[in-house]
């Protein structure tokens, strides 16, 4: 099994960020993939999460707004749009696989991608 993001960079306040994260290698269908972010000195924090099988997307109350959450499921793709990026956004950004429902705790996720850093200056 594979999860590779890819799309992240150093990038100014303001602009917007489009995350992608391959999926490969599942003999057994997960049930959902999600996106979390960790930034220096700080737990690791669920940005978004989205059903395999009718696309239902999920957002904690403080991602809500700027983060879009989207799946190509015959290209295997995952994707994550970030508008309005702030210095706060800044973080390696991670994709992962679980085979329950979407949730927030990472422990419930199987597999993870090895990470992107996302770097917003102000």
């Known amino acids: 099994v594979q999860l590779v993001e890819s799309g992240g960079g150093l990038v100014q306040a303001g602009e917007s960020l489009r995350l992608s994260c391959k999926v490969s290698?599942?003999?057994?269908?997960?049930?959902?993939l999600g996106w979390f972010r960790q930034a220096p000195g700080q737990e690791r924090e669920g940005v978004s999460c989205?059903?395999?099988?009718?696309?239902?997307?999920f957002y904690p109350d403080s991602m809500k707004g700027r983060f879009t959450i989207s799946r190509d499921n015959a290209q295997n793709m995952l994707y994550l749009q970030i508008d309005s990026l702030t210095p706060e956004d800044t973080a390696v950004y991670y994709c992962?696989?679980?085979?329950?429902?979407?949730?927030?705790?990472?422990?419930?996720?199987?597999?993870w991608g090895q990470g992107t850093q996302v770097t917003v200056s102000s």
């Open positions: 989205i059903s395999r099988y009718d696309g239902s997307t």
């Open positions: 992962a696989a679980t085979f329950y429902s979407c949730s927030w705790s990472d422990v419930e996720y199987a597999y």
């Open positions: 290698g599942f003999t057994r269908d997960y049930y959902a």
